[in-house]
């Protein structure tokens, strides 16, 4: 069965340095997210990319957060510099349109956990 | 603007006993809806999802929910829980089949033996 792979599965870093989440999505799915998620609390979309292209950013702290789908396929997530308030659970999904019944579905990739020291 | 409620951040439960988890919503338009489940680091896993038809919906694990349109509520229920139930488990809903898709806090299920 296909799945949206993430790496790395942990990271743990120090304040103020660079940090890079990768995620591959299951082939096909043109909708890739990415999701911050703090201890105790649902997912939090940061960015939605339709395609290569963003859709929706507008829960993304631009000043330190970027994140690129250059060729439609897999994304990279960064944070520069990072803070201590960045620790969490950070999610990629993606979605596809399922004809048969008519709606998307999305599927989670395993996360990658992030603890800033 | 869409927003998801969960009820209940903790649940307590006896193994074999039955649970239901809370859910309502806010929607001014028609909605999906969604039950996801989450194990300790891990991602999020599908449970079930409404979309149309029947208002009962079955799952994996043995897991049902049923939706209530007067109510905006869409309630998780297991007749009889196991210890490998427990985990976080997340409400959501997609609005108009926008691609988009808006969770609720989360309910911790904690099933003792």
């Known amino acids: 069965e296909a799945e949206v792979a993430q790496s790395p599965r942990y990271k743990i870093t120090e304040k103020s340095q660079a940090v890079a989440f990768w995620c591959d999505p299951i082939?096909?799915?043109?909708?890739l997210y990415w999701y911050r998620q703090i201890l105790g609390q649902g997912p939090e979309l940061l960015v939605q990319?339709?395609?290569?292209?963003?859709?929706?950013d507008s829960q993304l702290p631009k000043d330190r957060f970027s994140a690129e789908r250059l060729k439609g396929v897999d994304s990279t997530l960064k944070i520069q510099p990072a803070e201590l308030g960045d620790s969490a659970m950070y999610l990629c999904?993606?979605?596809?349109?399922?004809?048969?019944?008519?709606?998307?579905?999305?599927?989670f990739g395993p996360g990658t956990r992030l603890t800033v020291t | 603007a869409q927003s998801v409620t969960q009820l209940d951040s903790q649940v307590p439960v006896f193994e074999e006993a039955p649970v239901e988890l809370r859910c309502n919503y806010s929607?001014?338009?028609?909605?999906?809806l969604f039950w996801y489940v989450q194990y300790p680091n891990q991602g999020l896993q599908l449970l079930l999802k409404?979309?149309?038809?029947?208002?009962l919906v079955k799952g994996i694990n043995g897991f049902e929910a049923e939706f209530n349109k007067s109510q905006t509520s869409f309630h998780l229920r297991k007749p009889s829980v196991h210890i490998s139930d427990t985990a976080e488990y997340f409400c959501?809903?997609?609005?108009?089949?926008?691609?988009?898709?808006?969770f609720g806090s989360g309910t911790k299920l904690n099933v003792k033996p």
């Open positions: 999904a993606s979605s596809s349109w399922t004809s048969g019944e008519g709606s998307y579905e999305q599927y």
């Open positions: 082939s096909g799915h043109a909708t």
């Open positions: 990319f339709q395609d290569e292209s963003v859709v929706d």
């Open positions: 929607s001014s338009v028609s909605v999906y």
């Open positions: 409404y979309l149309s038809g029947s208002t």
């Open positions: 959501a809903v997609s609005v108009n089949n926008f691609n988009k898709f808006y």
